[in-house]
């Protein structure tokens, strides 16, 4: 691993930030502008380890050739959009089994009243009424495994992940209150908050792939057709005026986006968008938007063609990842009790 992250770990100077994303077979632009990229940009400030959570990801049913593609994929893309290997920590889940373990250990410091106040848990029960297994409700113990192996200091996540991370920082502060300071008591990273995506054809919700209608999100890896199709097909409203306004969603949804790629204000945009139709705006997204991603997909294509490259990244990845989550696992056994080997 790079002599940078060692040297951190000596000097203590850079805080450490962990973060996962789960390999679900698209990530899309929402993903990547109101996550993925700055992760990228979090790299040259901070201690970064950044993991595909594919242990997570079996808490709903995985078609087994599949899912071996996504999270080849998952890791592929990332690499693609930025992480980099030589300043960051990067590994698979299921490649570094400290996570596991220590899973196990924690769910014995998590309450059953804590799991079932979860709102992910309420909602993703009920929609896969015929599968809530336990890995669902146990799912944020093995998120707070996932952050204090590393005693991270930040967490960067979006507000679908806040409950689990205030219960990672609850089960710390409890297992380090019996057994006295085990982890670091994580904080939610608040910083440049990414860009929050909306559907492109409901623009009050989130922009997600679960959308039923696949034309409410954009994939990185679209086609540039596609994103183009998908951005004229944008919901707008009947004001034909590209400027931020109440009741304008839509238009505000596309000038985030636009913002968000070209670095321009929102002001900026309207004037340049000044007496021109939602037609000419949407193109010009659409085109914004192909540009960005042009080089993520072009490394991606490299990228995942090359699976002696992916697995020398991803072997890395999970040999560092070990010897650091070693350590605190094994402080943690100690405290518990446990005989060492
Ligand atoms: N549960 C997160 C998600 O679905 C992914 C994740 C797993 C994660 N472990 C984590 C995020 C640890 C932050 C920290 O988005």
Known sequence: MSEEIKKTQVSERKKRIFSAIQPSGTITLGNYLGALRNWVKLQDDY??????????????????????QNILEAY???????????????????????HAELAW????????????RMTQFKDKSQKHADNVNAGLFTYPSLMAADILLYQADLVPVGEDQRQHLELSRNIAERFNGIYGKTFTVPDAYIGTVG?????????????????????????????????????????????????VGEGKDGINNLI??????????????????????????????????????RPIQERFEKYVKDKAYLEEQYRKGAEFALKISQRTLDKAMKKIGYLPK
């Open 76 to 98: 592929a893309l990332l690499l693609a959009c930025g992480i980099d290997t030589d300043k960051s920590m990067f590994f698979i889940q299921s490649h570094v089994h400290t």
């Open 47 to 68: 201690d970064c380890i950044f993991a595909v959570a594919d242990l997570h990801a079996i808490t709903v049913r995985q078609e087994p050739k599949v899912f071996k």
């Open 195 to 243: 860009a929050r995506v909306m559907s492109l054809q409901n623009p009050i919700k989130k922009m997600s792939k679960s959308d039923e209608n696949v034309n409410a999100w954009v994939a990185v890896l679209d086609k540039p057709e596609t994103i183009m199709k998908k951005f004229k097909r944008a919901v707008t409203d009947s004001d034909a005026k590209v400027c």
């Open 256 to 293: 985030g986006i636009m913002s968000a790629v070209t670095g321009k204000t929102s002001d900026e945009i309207a004037e340049e968008f000044d007496g021109k139709g939602y037609g000419d705006f949407k193109t010009a997204v659409g085109e914004a938007v192909i540009e960005e991603l």
């Open 105 to 116: 250990l924690l769910n014995c410091y998590t309450q059953f009243g804590e799991l079932s």
